[in-house]
């Protein structure tokens, strides 16, 4: 079974972004031969974990518990609609082709805007959806900081890297650039179908982060086990999974936590945030 998850936790490999890609590259070649000789059948009992959500709302959080679920393994894949290093949108066909090439049993993370076809493509090989999302503003106020200080591999980089100060790029978050990098409702409503998709097991960061995590975690291991996985002892597989979030061991984390966007902003700048993503407020349940 192809595996490279002693290498991609790596410190060295977790804070390079060339080091990363290449891992994902070797472990998606391996991956192709693989599927090649894969049956449907071979996805009954080894359902694939597949870590869609909103950008900005706790992915690798998500996937550090995903990848504690018994039988998993990790290649460092990720499926985007829009690749972060171009931002040209995949069409339907690639983004089925790419749900299609998943392994049994394998994890991994993705952006993927909603739609039918990935739906029933995810349906297909018997895969546990989980998407996970979170409040607008908190999303917008750390993408932000994201493309200006941490990824410098991203299209948008350069463009956030030249406004210097926080309230320049929080701007530049909400308005946009082209349409590559719409406005701020134009990139994350895409996403909003998922939360009435019934196929798909939808999470609020704020509860995986907060107080009701306990829940959350019980609701992936009762998915995982509707799929045909094995668990032998839940309550324990809910504590493993409780143990294995680190959110410091992901190369995106900064400083976490739920309702932080206020911070900085005057009252009018807050609500000004607030009336610009008031569409997706509304839409991702967060008036």
Known sequence: MVSIDRFIDHPRVRDSAPLRKGLAFIGGSLAALERMGTSSAAYVGHPPIFANSLPKSGTHLLLQVTRALPGTRYLGRFIATSPSLTQVERSLSDQVRRVERIL??????????HSEEVSLALERINALHLFIYRDPRDVIVSEAHYLGEMNRWHRMHKHFAKRTSARARLELALDGLD?????????????????DEPRALTIRYEDIAGENRHAVLEKIVAGFVERGGVVNDHEGLVHALDEAIDPKKSHTFRTGGT????????????DYVTARL????DAFGYA
């Open 104 to 113: 049994p049993s394998e994890t991994l993370g993705s952006h993927l805007y």
């Open 179 to 195: 349409d590559r990098y719409p406005e701020c409702n134009a990139r994350l409503l895409p996403y909003a179908g998922w939360l």
């Open 259 to 270: 309702g932080k966007w206020r911070n900085g902003l005057t009252d009018q700048e807050a």
């Open 278 to 281: 008031r569409p997706s407020l």
